[in-house]
């Protein structure tokens, strides 16, 4: 039986879409995170809020589905922000095996406090990094999620 070649670290850390895509998703992620920290949100929670504010009421898998996340995960983001008022999670009315997560006005108003702060990260990222580049990274980062993968696919 053949041994197979060894695999140079090097030559995986060099060219692994994954590694260079999380190295740069954590810190971004811990930026956002850090701007909005003094109104107790981290990124993904004012992504969430963001999201259920534009959509209204949705089902859990369809806010996951919208976030790129799988459903057990996003369950689990939206448990403390139920918590704190946020949002509220109940069972849907036409599909009793469902649940609708929506924002609650205290929740829209933490979204409202947030924005400035959300915003000034923005603006300063796409000063530094900038527009055009933003907005190009922006569609290379949304063409990812076409490609053909089933990530969250049972």
């Known amino acids: 039986m053949e041994e197979p070649m060894p695999l140079e670290p090097s030559d995986t850390e060099a060219s692994c879409n994954n590694l260079a895509l999380r190295k740069a998703a954590r810190y971004l992620g811990a930026t956002y ?3 909005l920290a003094p109104v107790g949100l981290r990124s993904t929670q004012f992504s969430i809020l963001q999201k259920l504010h534009s959509e209204g009421e949705v089902t859990i898998s369809h806010l996951a589905d919208l976030i790129a996340m799988d459903r057990t995960t996003m369950a689990s983001n939206l448990k403390p922000l139920a918590r704190e008022g946020l949002v509220t999670v109940e069972t849907s009315a ?6 609708v997560a929506a924002i609650t006005p205290t929740g829209a108003a933490r979204l409202k406090e947030a924005l400035p702060l959300w915003r000034e990260v923005q603006t300063q990222f796409e000063k530094n990094f900038g527009v055009d580049e933003a907005a ?5 980062l949304d063409a ?10 049972e």
Do not use: C
């Not at 190009?136 to 290379?140: F, I, K, Q």
């Open 33 to 35: 995170d850090k701007a």
């Open 136 to 140: 190009e990274l922006r569609a290379s």
């Open 144 to 153: 990812i999620l076409h490609t053909g993968f089933e990530p969250w696919a």
């Open 94 to 99: 036409t599909d009793r095996r469902a649940r």
